[in-house]
């Protein structure tokens, strides 16, 4: 039986600081796991050099471990995850943050629980067992707490992180839920749960440490805010 092949999608905008570390500690875990592995980085248009750093590392881990697949300018996640499936050789697809808030030493045991139970989806969770977010003022932990809540009161979704970013999928099935998902920004990462329980898609949970990002200034602001209470409501009325 063939090994598995896991294709980890690093969508990127001014990561030049993060990504070598991020890098780094991939190879490293994966290497120790002694796991079939892949990095896509999908750039866009970082204007702070980060494809000039991705390129420098491609040379230094090799063009089969590091592939760079950059876009000339931000055309939202979901399409970044769309955009990186085309090139992946991988069986399952691991997505995570490049900014170092999604610790590389969780992915091993994405991978086990999945093998474990089959899973179609394994994600990471910040709300359950010893899983916890580290770094954030009470304001912006509030905001993700009520907004989590919230999305468990109106959606049920059999899963207790809605709005983490963490999270490894089989191929078809990332495919599926993508071509089925409407929302941008930070709710689509709630729709693709949501639309993964309407399909009876399987789903398997870690409890990670969330860290707040080292380097660079976070992406979330009101609008995302605003933005998130709507796609809220729609989903609401239409799952």
């Not at 500690?25 to 494809?51: C, F, H, R, W």
């Not at 390129?55 to 055309?75: F, S, T």
Request: proline share 4%; glycine share 8%; net charge positive.
């Amino acid at each position: 039986m063939p090994e598995d092949k896991y294709s980890i999608l690093l969508p990127t905008y001014n990561e030049r600081e993060n990504l070598p570390i991020i890098i780094w500690l991939i190879v490293k875990y994966m290497q120790e796991a002694k796991i079939n592995y892949e990095v896509i980085v999908i750039d866009d248009g970082s204007p702070d050099g980060t494809l000039e750093v991705a390129k420098q590392l491609q040379k230094i881990y090799g063009e089969n471990r590091i592939l760079l697949r950059p876009r000339a300018a931000k055309l939202g996640l979901g399409t970044a995850y769309i955009h990186g499936i085309e090139h992946a050789t991988g069986d399952y697809i691991i997505i995570m943050d490049a900014d170092l808030s999604h610790h590389p030493k969780f992915i091993p045991q994405f991978i086990e629980l999945r093998k474990q139970g089959d899973y179609d989806i394994v994600s990471g969770t910040r709300y359950k067992g010893d899983g916890g977010v580290y770094g954030w003022d009470f304001k912006r932990k509030l905001i993700s707490r009520g907004a989590n809540f919230l999305s468990q009161l109106l959606l049920r979704p059999n899963a207790s992180d809605l709005t983490g970013s963490f999270r490894l999928y089989r191929k078809d099935v990332l495919k599926e839920l993508i071509s089925r998902c409407t929302s941008k920004g930070y709710v689509f990462q709630m729709e693709m749960i949501v639309r993964a329980r309407q399909l009876n898609y399987t789903i398997g949970e870690v409890p990670i440490s969330f860290v707040d990002r080292v380097y660079g200034q976070s992406k979330l602001g009101g609008s995302e805010i605003v933005q998130f209470a709507k796609n809220l409501l729609y989903l609401f009325a239409t799952t």
